[in-house]
């Protein structure tokens, strides 16, 4: 009787943790951070700089895309529903590249942060982390 205790809460335990949120937050730099940028896993791929990138927003197809001045560098982002306040969450397309093959990535984003027109999307699970910051020009 006592070994079927035992067992019963092992996999009580094991049913819990399976169960729980696996979510992994934003680091602080991403959060802390005023750039409009593309991070995944860790590491900064671009970071828009007004001297040589471009920003655009198309209302209607509710694209944002970030681009340097010659268009070999970029990344865009596609959402279902336009973000509005912390703790939105939309589904998104992020989508990036430069002379290579474009990477695109469709997953559910979540609003951690709202400047004004700039919001920080992220998405953080055990698989991967993606955070992207967007400005929706009006």
């Not at 209607?60 to 970030?66: H, I, L």
């Not at 990036?96 to 919001?119: D, H």
């Amino acid at each position: 009787m006592k070994r079927i205790a035992i067992l019963f809460a092992i996999l009580s335990a094991a049913f819990l943790m399976a169960s729980c949120d696996r979510s992994v937050e934003p680091d602080e730099a991403f959060i802390t951070g005023s750039d409009i940028q593309l991070k995944v896993n860790g590491e900064v791929i671009y970071t828009y700089d007004p001297l040589t990138w471009q920003l655009s927003y198309n209302a209607s197809q509710k694209e944002f895309r970030a681009f340097d001045d010659p268009v070999k560098n970029w990344f865009s982002v596609t959402f279902d529903n336009v973000p509005a306040v912390v703790g939105d969450k939309v589904t998104a397309t992020v989508s990036w590249g430069s002379t290579g093959q474009p990477v695109s990535l469709t997953s559910t984003m979540k609003v951690v942060k709202v400047e004004g027109e700039k919001f920080w999307l992220w998405r953080g699970d055990k698989k991967g982390q993606t955070g992207v910051t967007v400005c929706i020009l009006r």
